[in-house]
């Protein structure tokens, strides 16, 4: 189950647009958002009344925050995560919206996002530094493995075991039962009625495997 809501939370890498919306739920859960790290020399997403601090001038009282990392690329949040780490974090924040319907018996890890309008029934579990985007809807007893991504009004049914480092992509319907594994990429709108090998990219309606043997999503392997 999840616990309460990290009261100091750090933003790392603000240069995904994502971040925004991550912003926008610390508003909305009352916590006190202490700073945003640009970790790149790029742009920055949030607003402007988020006070953004270079990597470099990190102070200990930022290190002692608990941090969010709001990328969608499943490799490139474990890159920032590890970053993060030897910058000095020692916790990643759990941040739900409180727009989300999450069931009491759902366990959520270390580090999960989960973003505006999503639904998890009861006895999900969503493992650390999941990322869920918004209005997508997780079925009962379905269990997510560490750094996938849960593109946006995705729906889960029941019993879907997604694997580490998956991305399912946009408006995607996994059918009960189905599993999905690791570093797999499943194209936006697809409808998958069977298991899906490690390694995959499949599309379409009913979803076909088109390519094994990728590294991940972006070409990037958690």
Same mark, same amino acid.
């Given at each position: 189950?999840?616990?309460?809501?990290?009261?100091?939370?750090?933003?790392?890498?603000?240069?995904?647009?994502?971040?925004?919306? &991550?912003? !926008? $739920?610390?508003?909305?859960?009352?916590?006190?958002? @202490?700073?945003?790290?640009?970790? #790149?020399?790029?742009? @920055?997403?949030?607003?402007?009344?988020?006070?953004?601090?270079?990597?470099?001038?990190? /102070?200990?009282? !930022?290190?002692?925050?608990?941090?969010?990392?709001?990328?969608?690329?499943?490799?490139? *949040? #474990?890159?920032?995560? !590890?970053? &993060?780490? *030897?910058?000095? %974090?020692?916790?990643?924040?759990?941040?739900?919206?409180?727009? $989300?319907?999450?069931?009491?018996?759902?366990?959520?890890?270390?580090?999960? %996002?989960?973003?505006?309008?999503?639904?998890?029934?009861?006895?999900?579990?969503?493992?650390?530094?999941?990322?869920?985007?918004?209005?997508?809807?997780? +079925? #009962?007893?379905?269990?997510?493995?560490?750094?996938? /991504?849960?593109?946006? +009004? &995705?729906?889960?049914?029941?019993?879907?075991?997604? +694997?580490?480092?998956?991305?399912?992509?946009?408006?995607? @319907? @996994?059918?009960? +039962?189905?599993?999905?594994?690791?570093?797999?990429?499943? $194209?936006?709108? /697809?409808?998958?009625?069977?298991?899906?090998?490690?390694?995959?990219?499949?599309?379409?309606?009913?979803?076909?495997?088109?390519?094994?043997?990728?590294?991940?999503?972006?070409?990037?392997?958690?």
């Amino acid at each position: 189950m999840r616990g309460a809501p990290d009261p100091r939370i750090v933003l790392y890498a603000v240069g995904s647009p994502l971040v925004v919306d &991550a912003e !926008e $739920a610390c508003l909305r859960t009352g916590a006190t958002l @202490v700073a945003g790290v640009r970790n #790149h020399d790029a742009p @920055v997403y949030v607003s402007d009344a988020v006070r953004v601090v270079d990597r470099a001038a990190l /102070s200990d009282t !930022e290190r002692a925050c608990g941090f969010v990392v709001a990328l969608f690329t499943p490799g490139h *949040r #474990h890159a920032a995560v !590890e970053d &993060a780490r *030897r910058a000095g %974090f020692a916790r990643g924040a759990t941040l739900v919206d409180p727009t $989300a319907a999450v069931a009491r018996s759902a366990r959520l890890g270390e580090g999960v %996002f989960v973003n505006a309008g999503v639904v998890i029934a009861g006895a999900c579990e969503l493992a650390d530094w999941v990322l869920v985007n918004r209005s997508a809807s997780i +079925g #009962h007893h379905t269990r997510i493995a560490e750094y996938a /991504s849960i593109g946006p +009004g &995705a729906v889960l049914c029941g019993s879907v075991t997604i +694997g580490r480092g998956t991305m399912i992509g946009a408006g995607t @319907v @996994v059918l009960p +039962g189905v599993t999905i594994g690791s570093n797999c990429v499943i $194209a936006a709108g /697809s409808l998958v009625r069977d298991a899906v090998p490690d390694n995959s990219l499949a599309e379409g309606h009913p979803c076909r495997v088109k390519h094994g043997g990728i590294a991940g999503y972006k070409g990037i392997a958690v």
